[in-house]
């Protein structure tokens, strides 16, 4: 009798603690307040700030140098502001690269929440704002970091762009949540499923994966399986004591120019 009551008791607490992370999920998943970045910079170009119609307006900053050059697209990881991407950007606009950067709902002081589905009507928002500038998918290149991966591969499978870069990538939420949450039914529970692994054979133009090997939030592997899944044209920089935010150096700016240069 007290093993039948102990075994209860047991099975009511995972009940409880399921319903909590069922409730709370998004909240551990999203996190717009949060700055994990340690550099703090300021831009060395020229930028304009611009409102995307989505579901609500996002603000984006659009850094505009030749229509002759292909447009970044960019989409952000899921925590922090545009100014957590500075580092990144200043980068980027030496290079002969037009950019866009969305931050999403909820995030840098947009209306709304972060939702799987929320994401991807941004980053349709985000492509219909530069076909509008007359920047057509074929000039555009989408860039994802992390969670930005996710939504990256997601408009990717849906339309043929000039080519997409995706650094430290998952394969899906359901496997690497399985990870943190090994104790729980991640298939039953999960909202928001990010399920890129599913979509990578609808995205036939060039692709660029990088990822580090010491990377502590996604594993290595699974930028090696987004990698070895792909079919060609694809590139890959792995990179040795690279983290999860890897280090933008003169070596990845030189896969990333390389990578450039194989679309042109």
Known sequence: ????????????VYLIICLVIFLSQRKLLYHPNENNYL??????HKIEKVFVESDNKIIGWYHFKDKKN?????????????????????????????????????????????????LYNDSMAAKRWL??????????????ESLG??????????????????????????ELSKIYY?????????????DSINKISKITFPKLVMHGDKDNIVPFSMGKRMFESFSEP????????????????????????????ELN
């Open 70 to 118: 292909k447009t970044i697209l960019f989409f952000h990881g899921n925590a922090g502001n545009l100014q957590n991407r500075i580092y990144k950007l200043n980068e980027i606009a030496e290079l002969d690269l037009n950019y866009l950067i969305i931050a999403y709902r909820g995030f840098s002081g947009n209306e709304g929440k972060p939702t799987e589905n929320g």
């Open 149 to 174: 991966t996710a939504v990256a591969v997601d408009l990717g499978s849906k339309f043929p762009f000039a080519g997409i870069i995706l650094e430290s990538p998952f394969t899906s939420m359901v």
């Open 1 to 12: 009798m007290l093993f039948l009551s102990s075994l209860i008791c047991l099975v009511i």
């Open 234 to 261: 694809k590139f890959s920089y792995f990179k040795s004591g690279d983290d999860h935010m890897m280090d933008f150096d003169q070596e990845l700016l030189e896969n990333i120019k390389n990578f450039i240069n």
């Open 39 to 44: 550099d703090e910079n300021k831009l060395t």
């Open 182 to 194: 090994p104790y729980l039914p991640v298939n039953l529970l999960l909202k928001d499923r990010y």
């Open 131 to 144: 076909n509008s500038k007359k920047i057509d998918d074929g000039k555009i290149i989408l860039f994802g």
